[in-house]
């Protein structure tokens, strides 16, 4: 273990090219992009980046890299995820060619009623009502994730990945500058917790600022019992307890037998064709990948490549295809093993012709839009629940080509802001609909025991025309990880973009209200021609947190989005 430690502290960050990025918004510290030639890793915060890396130095597998990062992600970016919340997994095994999703998402409590997030007088909770509290909080996945993914696919003993986050831990690191801001955004509802409260601010009683040096003794504690006894750990024995209590003592309904029956479900890839290459990823209960298979499955019947990226008619396109996917998400996305997901109609090529023939039909933004009708729909009411942007994004290649993309959360920042054991729980019931009917019909993501919310959490791989890996991303952002995911493979795919070009380029994302558009670079003129074809605009800041690698001739090249602190580096 002390070899490993040491290695950490002295393994060389990679070799990078310091150009300029391209289009770089004022602010913004821009990444470079990073050379490899057989591993890469790309992480949200440049500890978790360095613990992945180390570990893919000492001969282990992209999982368990991804395990090292996802520990120390947990102390250094609390707010976005960790050992309370969830997450999916997609695996690409080289030798084997085999690909393989884990769903590790949280479930409702099975005491948890559907009204739970209505009112004495039948009316839906305000947001933020229903997130600070117990109400809010699902059995977590995580750790449960981590442990199946290292079975099926981990190299070094499981007992070594958790070094670099207990040493973390136990002597401290800085705060960035992102965490500090998000503390003091959140400060009101942090206080709320004792446990939140005495560690999220000083002596003072103010928020802890950019730099101060925090220590976690009581994570790494539980840390290190993880790394002994696996998950028993953690969904048994006096962990359980705590959580289970914190979570009762604020109004949730999460119990020691939720906890004990969690399960990880393996499920099959979803898949679809777009242009020469197979786009895959996670199916139900992601509503991710289903919508870019319906968005890239309209958008395949235009010649995109020619318009180029700074064509309004392009960016109507993606926008009103966004549009029209959102619409079928709201109405059918959910949980399949509860609800009957109509996948199969809805990337059903005639279908999305009939969809893309909407967008051939006239030259402005469609002036209203609704759900389709595909194959295999039964009735339901559409979900108005939001989904806000929290979350973190692992990219990872190993030394052998395996490849993991890997989307975790705890949901909103903070997630319900209760703490166990130096950890924060998840708000991740409030990703179901706060409403379990509309006019009598049923919501298909309602609240029911057992079932997993809907996510667009996007891990996603890409393979190229002979089968073989090309890309592997992913980011955070509530609903938004759609919009950031389509833009990188249109950027890339269509456009000829390099990753780090394309994770500097102003978004412009349409999820079924306002067309929302990054105030810089090719937006500045793009913005009023949008406007003029119809869109109502909405500018400001796109929190998006891509997370890519490219296989290409001369080797893997990866970047990090530069609005978040994630780093990219070579591990070979």
Same mark, same amino acid.
């Not at 999703?101 to 739970?116: F, I, K, N, W």
């Not at 395949?300 to 960016?315: D, I, Q, V, Y």
């Not at 959490?457 to 955070?476: A, I, R």
């Given at each position: ?167 973390? !831990? ?181 279908? +999305? ?132 995911? +389509?833009?990188? +493979? ?11 070009? !394309? ?64 780093? !990219?580096?070579?591990?070979?």
């Amino acid at each position: 273990m002390r070899l490993l430690l040491l290695a950490l502290l002295w393994l060389p960050l990679a070799h990078a090219d310091n150009r300029p990025a391209p289009e770089a918004a004022t602010g913004w510290q821009t990444q470079p992009l990073v050379q490899a030639k057989n591993a890469m890793v790309v992480t949200a915060n440049p500890h978790a980046s360095k613990a992945a890396q180390a570990m893919l130095a000492s001969g282990g597998s992209a999982v368990d890299a991804m395990i090292a990062a996802q520990m120390v992600l947990t102390l250094v970016e609390p707010q976005s995820s960790g050992l309370g919340g969830g997450g999916f997994l997609v695996h690409w095994q080289q030798d084997e060619q085999q690909l393989s999703t884990l769903d590790g998402r949280e479930t409702a409590p099975q005491q948890a009623p559907s009204e739970l997030f209505l009112d004495d007088q039948g009316q839906p909770l305000g947001f933020m009502d229903a997130v600070v509290g117990g109400r809010s909080v699902g059995t977590p996945g995580t750790v449960m994730l981590m442990w199946q993914a290292h079975q099926r696919f981990g190299a070094l003993p499981w007992r070594e990945l958790f070094a670099p986050a207990i040493g973390l !831990a136990l002597n401290g690191f800085d705060v960035s500058p992102r965490l500090a801001r998000l503390i003091a955004g959140n400060a009101d509802s942090l206080r709320r917790d004792p446990q939140t409260r005495g560690y999220f601010f000083d002596a003072d009683g103010q928020p802890l600022s950019a730099g101060h040096h925090l220590t976690n003794p009581e994570l790494a504690a539980l840390l290190t019992r993880l790394s002994i006894e696996g998950p028993s750990a953690f969904y048994s024995g006096k962990i359980a307890q705590l959580m289970t209590d914190k979570v009762q003592k604020a109004s949730g309904h999460l119990s020691l037998a939720d906890l004990g029956q969690y399960r990880v479900q393996p499920r099959p890839a979803l898949c679809f064709p777009y242009r020469q290459y197979k786009i895959c990823g996670m199916g139900p209960p992601s509503s991710g990948t289903l919508a870019l298979g319906q968005i890239l499955g309209m958008l395949s019947h235009f010649e995109l490549s020619t318009m180029g990226p700074a064509s309004p008619r392009a960016w109507r396109l993606i926008a009103d295809a966004s549009r029209l996917a959102f619409a079928d998400r709201g109405r059918y996305a959910t949980d399949s093993d509860f609800v009957p997901v109509p996948v199969e109609g809805l990337l059903d090529a005639d279908y +999305l012709a009939g969809r893309a023939q909407l967008l051939k039909n006239t030259e402005q933004a469609l002036p209203a839009v609704s759900p389709g009708a595909p194959k295999g729909y039964w009735p339901t009411a559409p979900d108005r629940s939001p989904e806000f942007p929290s979350t973190t994004h692992i990219s990872i290649i190993d030394t052998k080509g395996n490849a993991v993309s890997l989307t975790s959360t705890i949901e909103n920042a903070f997630g319900s802001r209760l703490m166990v054991q130096g950890f924060l729980l998840n708000n991740e019931l409030t990703d179901f609909a706060f409403e379990p009917e509309v006019n009598g019909m049923p919501v298909a993501n309602r609240l029911q025991p057992g079932k997993r919310p809907r996510s667009s959490m996007s891990p996603t791989l890409v393979f190229d025309d002979k089968g073989q890996l090309l890309l592997v991303l992913g980011s955070p952002g509530g609903s938004s990880i759609i919009g950031y995911v +389509l833009h990188a +493979l249109v950027n890339i795919l269509d456009w000829g973009m390099d990753v780090r070009e !394309a994770v500097h380029q102003p978004h412009v994302l349409h999820r079924g209200g306002s067309l929302e558009m990054e105030p810089f670079g090719r937006n500045l003129a793009l913005t009023p021609a949008m406007k003029t074809l119809g869109y109502d605009i909405r500018t400001g800041e796109l929190n998006s947190g891509l997370h890519l690698i490219m296989r290409t001739p001369a080797g893997l090249r990866g970047a990090a989005d530069p609005r978040r602190e994630g780093l !990219a580096l070579a591990a070979d």
